[in-house]
């Protein structure tokens, strides 16, 4: 599947609602799909649809719909790879813990390789099969196994104190649950930021400014 | 402080951002701000920020900058309430559980009265002060304590199957972390979507197509 240049962010965001959807469609027995119907799952047009899939070669012939199985796959394709991405954790609190378990458990395409923390009642306890080891060995882990991904569930400051590290270890791309804006510092980097405490503040504001 | 007509979409979701990074500038013992050392730190332009601060009156006079503890303030007053929401949990799993410790210990503005899960070894448990309840006795529930805000931390049909409920008992804002795309069938309520999936499955795609 040939990527034409490079994909706009918009694009890339879409492109994982477009695979929930498709996987939903396939467990329901579903085998063919028209951009419109596409389109409208996605709450989008029907030429957005074709166009973004023509980012990628098109997924098929113009007028008789996709085929579920086939774009399935292509999405697939596209979204991981067949040997998963090798993750680290850094910070191993509650949040730390139930995001692994989502990234180890729930989530296709990572394997957690290490955590670490700083706390001395956290290093040596087990999290979903690896041990806590202090972040002390963190460049001495990362120089050995060569991990692509870093999950960041710790506070800004030592985001911004770990960062140097991680990036000049070749850690690739960051699940940041931190306020440290890393794509400032790091421009190569790939960020996806989940900004749990701005999502709340935005949320109270809409309902205490409900009409 | 007058909010002038319908405030974008965009332009409340930097208000966390503003506030945030005026708590640090107060933290740090600043007390003035220019609109272009905001812009900076946010990364965009001052006159975005003098057009942000005009839909809620302005903040300040033109030419002498921003008052860092009164534009605090100011923010403050718009995103939270002197009484936090209230707030339920469903689903109370590991992802529901650091949610809402989340929720409970770590943000502002709300307040988590009930919480509830299907499976009997959940129903009972405690959980930061509450005590787990059967999901049905949900509407019961509400119909006595008219909570504002449900946090969904269940599968995608679990949330569609009670959307219609939590709806009709009030609920204005969701803090959504299923699948289910609550703003297509209920336009008129709050809904922040936190799709931990899509953000991993984003990540996964850039990384491995990294240049």
Chains 1, 2 share one sequence.
């Not at 962010?9 to 396939?26: A, D, G, Q, T, W």
């Not at 997924?59 to 596209?78: K, P, R």
């Not at 729930?106 to 390789?113: H, M, S």
Request: with cysteine; aromatic share 10%; hydrophobic share 40%.
């Amino acid at each position: 599947m040939p990527v034409q240049g490079k994909v706009s962010v918009p694009v890339i965001k879409r492109l994982p609602k477009y695979y929930r959807y498709l996987s939903e469609m396939k467990q329901k027995g579903l085998t063919k799909v028209s951009s419109s119907e596409l389109a409208r799952m996605m709450g989008t047009t029907a030429s957005q649809v074709r166009q973004d899939f023509n980012c990628f070669g098109g997924f098929g012939q113009q007028g008789i719909g996709y085929n579920v199985e086939v774009l399935l796959y292509e999405l697939g394709h596209l979204l991981f790879r067949e040997e998963p991405l090798d993750a680290i954790l850094i910070g191993t609190g509650r949040l730390g813990t139930a995001i692994s378990s989502y990234l180890t458990n729930d989530a296709r395409g990572y394997r957690l390789v290490a955590a670490f923390d700083i706390r001395p009642d956290q290093v040596g306890r087990q999290l979903f099969g690896v041990c806590i080891q202090h972040v002390s060995n963190l460049r001495a882990f990362c120089q050995q196994h060569h991990p692509q991904v870093a999950v960041l569930c710790v506070p800004k400051s030592s985001a911004k104190d770990l960062a140097p590290t991680l990036v000049d270890m070749g850690i690739r791309g960051f699940w940041n649950f931190s306020h440290y804006d890393l794509s400032v510092a790091y421009p190569n980097v790939v960020v996806e930021n989940v900004h749990l405490g701005d999502s709340l503040m935005s949320l109270s504001y809409q309902v205490n400014h409900l009409g």
